[in-house]
């Protein structure tokens, strides 16, 4: 296959040029945050339909997984990116300083200690986890944009 045969899946950004659809600074995190944001909603819903008691807090991670796409929508134009990522990045960190407890009785609850809620304490775990891992790819990605940008020249 020539190289001019080769297909180049690119998506035109608000300015209309071309980029590449897997550039790991212009989509990459915009795209992870609505499908972060599209867990946690998951997450929120089944805990509020599997749970015993519905309990209105079991909505919780709903609430953010809504805030967390709208911020991956608002970051796919660019003049608002930078804002809406740091803001996604904040929720992520709000998600893990919220949950930790319930991932300290998930902790003693697989290790066979009595835990009250134990449904609550798995799903709060779960939510603790995703907002985890979204929050370390969210300041690897703000060092990678200040190493590129310091790279390019821009302060």
Excluded: N, W
């Excluded at 998506?11 to 212009?26: A, C, H, M, Q, Y």
């Excluded at 609550?120 to 979204?134: D, E, H, N, R, S």
């Amino acid at each position: 296959m020539a190289a001019s045969d080769r297909v180049e899946f690119t998506v035109r950004i608000e300015s209309g040029d071309p980029i590449p659809f897997f550039t790991p600074l212009k989509l990459r995190m915009p795209i992870v945050t609505l499908v972060v944001g599209g867990l946690l909603s998951l997450l929120g819903i089944l805990g509020y339909v599997l749970g015993a008691t519905h309990s209105l807090t079991a909505l919780i991670p709903l609430a953010f997984g809504v805030l967390l796409e709208s911020c991956g929508a608002l970051a796919l134009q660019p003049r608002f990116r930078k804002h809406a990522m740091h803001g996604a990045a904040l929720l992520a960190l709000l998600g893990v300083v919220g949950s930790t407890m319930g991932f300290v009785s998930f902790l003693r609850l697989i290790t066979g200690g009595p835990v009250a809620r134990p449904f609550a304490a798995q799903m709060q775990a779960a939510m603790f986890l995703v907002c985890l891992i979204f929050l370390g790819l969210c300041v690897r990605s703000f060092r990678a944009a200040r190493a590129a940008r310091e790279a390019a020249g821009i302060a």
